[in-house]
C-alpha cells in the first residue's frame, strides 16, 4: 500500500491491488479511515472522521490532487 504524502499524522495512500477502481486516495489517522475520489474530488466513504474534519481533508485533496493523480498512474503504469 503505496503512502503518497503524509501532512501531520494524516497519510495519505492507495492499496496497491486497487488499480481498476476510478482514481482515488485514501487518507488514515489512526483508525478513522477516508476515501476520495479523484475525478472529480468528492468523497467516496468515511469510518470515524467528523464532518468538519472531512471538510478539511477534502481541502487537503483539492490542495494535493496532481501529486495523488501523478502518483496514482505512476505506480498503476508500472505494474500492469
Not at 501532512?7 to 488499480?19: K, L
Not at 472522521?49 to 481533508?57: I, N, Y
Request: aromatic share 16%; net charge positive; charged share 20%.
Amino acid at each position: 500500500m503505496p503512502t503518497v504524502l503524509r501532512i501531520g499524522a494524516y497519510r495519505f495512500f492507495f492499496y496497491a491491488n486497487e488499480g481498476t477502481e476510478p482514481v482515488h486516495i485514501h487518507i488514515q489517522l489512526g483508525r478513522n479511515l477516508a476515501k476520495f475520489w479523484l475525478q472529480p474530488v468528492g468523497l467516496a466513504s468515511s469510518t470515524g472522521f467528523a464532518a468538519q474534519e472531512l471538510t478539511k481533508l477534502y481541502g487537503l485533496v483539492r490542495e494535493n490532487e496532481q501529486l495523488f493523480k501523478e502518483s496514482w498512474h505512476e505506480f498503476f503504469n508500472a505494474t500492469r
